[in-house]
């Protein structure tokens, strides 16, 4: 393929490609909100990703550079998207994902994890890069994606994209001499970046390990909610559930759930109520409601009620009170 050739391809094929660029994005970003649960996806990406059509001078300046015989497979980035998350713990779950999707087909051409295990002496660009075709041909919206087109998805944590922003271009595609005081400068500035990810990283482990038993028990208490209640009343605040976990820690023990099921069982009216006021009070349509009727049976209204963490849902207690046919001694 001639360069003239190459060029007239790039322009027909543009709006292909972004349509490939944003279908890759979409079935990424679809598989990890089904992985993270709980997790919102917008928190977990710190950069909303979006496709990026390489501009044509630049393409063809590249194949003069490469010699390319066949640039249309060889241009592996003529669109490429990019995943920015917060920590290295959190690239290895976006890489699972492309390298398991059946739609296409996924080859890691930049995995800054081995070269780390080849070279721990060297403090380098990270990144982690794939290049994805599809298995066949792809009709998205009457756009035909052939096997032969490329696109690249790169993975950085927040920290890498920093760095290569401020360093990638004029260190790795110099207009000029690079002095080694620079790349020196710039190697230290890598290890100090590494060694604040590693920190961050046990940090963030630490955090999880202390919080797993209270997130379990709302994922049970979702359970129980979605067969009880319904999964479609369900309007998920995060904060209100923790807020309630998190001051009633204490009464989470071993075998909860289940108490909280057979109570339920036994109450038959209580889930007919939750459910009749879902739409109508936000606290209702919470998990952690079902909880709340539970321990004030359990623990007593008072010792709720004095403990209470959410001021804003004063009207929602006392109706749970009145649905258990109990009240506080002192308010």
Same mark, same amino acid.
């Given at each position: 393929?001639?360069?003239?050739?190459?060029?007239?391809?790039?322009?027909?094929?543009?709006?292909?490609?972004?349509?490939?660029? +944003?279908? @890759?994005?979409?079935?990424? @970003?679809?598989?990890?909100?089904? $992985?993270?649960?709980?997790?919102?996806?917008?928190?977990?990406?710190?950069?909303?990703?979006?496709?990026?059509?390489?501009?044509?001078?630049?393409?063809?300046?590249?194949? =003069?550079?490469?010699?390319?015989?066949?640039?249309?497979?060889?241009?592996?980035?003529?669109?490429?998207?990019?995943?920015?998350?917060?920590?290295? &713990?959190?690239?290895?779950?976006? =890489?699972?994902?492309?390298?398991?999707?059946?739609?296409?087909?996924?080859?890691?051409?930049?995995?800054?994890? &081995?070269?780390?295990?080849?070279?721990?002496?060297?403090?380098?660009?990270?990144?982690?890069?794939? +290049?994805?075709?599809? !298995?066949?041909?792809?009709?998205?919206?009457?756009?035909?994606?052939? #096997?032969?087109? *490329? *696109?690249?998805?790169?993975?950085?944590?927040?920290?890498?994209?920093?760095?290569?922003?401020?360093?990638?271009?004029?260190?790795?595609?110099? !207009? =000029?001499?690079?002095?080694? #005081?620079?790349?020196?400068?710039?190697?230290? $500035?890598?290890?100090?970046?590494?060694?604040? &990810?590693?920190?961050? *990283?046990?940090?963030?482990q630490l955090l999880y390990d202390t919080n797993k038993p209270r997130n379990d028990f709302l994922s049970d208490l979702t359970a129980i909610y979605t067969e009880k209640i319904g999964q479609n009343l369900i309007k998920l605040d995060? #904060?209100?559930?923790?807020?309630?976990?998190?001051?009633?820690?204490?009464?989470? +023990?071993?075998?909860?759930?289940?108490?909280?099921?057979?109570?339920?069982?036994? %109450? %038959?009216?209580?889930?007919?109520?939750?459910? $009749?006021?879902?739409?109508?009070? /936000?606290?209702?349509?919470?998990? !952690? $409601? @079902?909880?709340?009727?539970?321990?004030? &049976?359990?623990?007593?209204?008072? %010792?709720?009620?004095?403990?209470? /963490?959410?001021?804003?849902?004063?009207?929602?207690?006392?109706?749970?009170?009145?649905?258990?046919?109990?009240?506080?001694?002192?308010?």
């Open positions: 393929m001639t360069p003239d050739d190459f060029k007239k391809y790039l322009e027909e094929s543009r709006e292909i490609f972004l349509r490939w660029g +944003e279908y @890759v994005i979409d079935q990424i @970003v679809g598989k990890l909100r089904v $992985s993270l649960g709980y997790e919102p996806t917008p928190l977990f990406i710190k950069i909303p990703p979006l496709p990026r059509i390489k501009d044509i001078d630049s393409a063809l300046g590249k194949i =003069g550079r490469k010699q390319y015989d066949d640039p249309v497979r060889q241009v592996t980035d003529i669109v490429g998207v990019r995943f920015v998350v917060l920590l290295s &713990d959190n690239i290895e779950m976006i =890489g699972n994902i492309i390298s398991s999707e059946e739609a296409w087909i996924a080859v890691a051409s930049k995995d800054y994890q &081995d070269e780390i295990d080849k070279n721990p002496k060297l403090f380098d660009y990270q990144s982690q890069h794939f +290049e994805v075709r599809p !298995v066949a041909d792809l009709n998205i919206d009457g756009f035909v994606i052939t #096997k032969d087109m *490329c *696109c690249e998805v790169q993975i950085r944590t927040l920290l890498q994209h920093a760095y290569a922003e401020l360093v990638h271009d004029s260190l790795y595609k110099p !207009v =000029g001499p690079v002095p080694a #005081k620079a790349e020196r400068q710039v190697a230290k $500035s890598m290890a100090l970046m590494e060694t604040t &990810d590693d920190l961050f *990283c046990s940090t963030m995060i #904060k209100t559930n923790y807020a309630v976990l998190d001051e009633f820690r204490g009464y989470v +023990e071993y075998g909860i759930s289940d108490k909280i099921s057979e109570f339920l069982e036994t %109450k %038959k009216y209580i889930p007919k109520k939750i459910e $009749s006021r879902a739409s109508s009070y /936000p606290f209702f349509a919470q998990p !952690v $409601s @079902v909880f709340i009727y539970w321990l004030i &049976d359990k623990a007593g209204p008072d %010792k709720v009620h004095k403990c209470w /963490p959410l001021p804003g849902y004063w009207r929602e207690l006392d109706i749970i009170f009145s649905d258990l046919d109990c009240k506080p001694t002192h308010t």
